[in-house]
């Protein structure tokens, strides 16, 4: 049984479902939850909406504030919802944060994109999902910490889905 708090990256590629996935796992497991995207700062987010991919340097100081958020104390744990789509990007994390479990929600590009076509409201426009599965590198075994989830379900099954394999790799209570 784990004891010391969780702190879990809901990741991939922008419309995989990682918001909602996270916000669903942060109900049923009491974490306090942040999507990724609400700690890009203003000058990112406008270059996203404009259609222009972030650079590194764009990411550092952001993926430092993901891993800060998820080391500050906090009873059950922390879950943000966030790219991290590069393994350095990943290690930075774990930098900041400490003891991380990453859930990877693999999909392929036509699923992805036609889920971000249908969406409404968000500054992540689907021309950009190119450029994401370029930069994607896809988690390997030299990372243990990663759980990797094909996207096919709906997101209640898929959260489900996470739900359980959570339980069985961290080997956390049916019910907290």
């Not at 370029?134 to 709906?154: G, H, K, R, Y």
């Not at 209640?156 to 790799?169: G, N, P, T, V, Y």
Request: charged share 25%; net charge negative.
């Amino acid at each position: 049984m784990r004891h010391s708090p969780l702190r879990l990256v809901v990741m991939g590629v922008s419309g995989c479902g990682k918001s909602t996935i996270a916000a669903a796992l942060s109900e049923s497991l009491g974490l306090e939850m942040v999507d990724g995207d609400d700690l890009h700062l203003p000058e990112s987010v406008a270059k996203m909406r404009s259609g222009v991919a972030l650079n590194d340097e764009d990411r550092w100081p952001w993926l430092d504030r993901i891993g800060h958020f998820l080391a500050q104390p906090q009873h059950l744990g922390r879950v943000v919802a966030c790219s991290a789509l590069k393994k350095r990007y990943r290690d930075r994390i774990r930098q900041q944060a400490g003891e991380v479990c990453f859930l990877f929600l693999k999909g392929d590009f036509d699923l992805i994109e036609n889920r971000m076509r249908q969406r409404v409201g968000h500054y992540m426009q689907a021309g950009l999902l190119a450029s994401q599965f370029e930069a994607l590198e896809v988690p390997q075994d030299d990372e243990p910490d990663v759980i990797t989830l094909e996207v096919t379900e709906s997101p209640a099954e898929l959260a489900e889905l996470a739900f359980s394999a959570l339980q069985k790799q961290l080997r956390l209570p049916a019910v907290l």
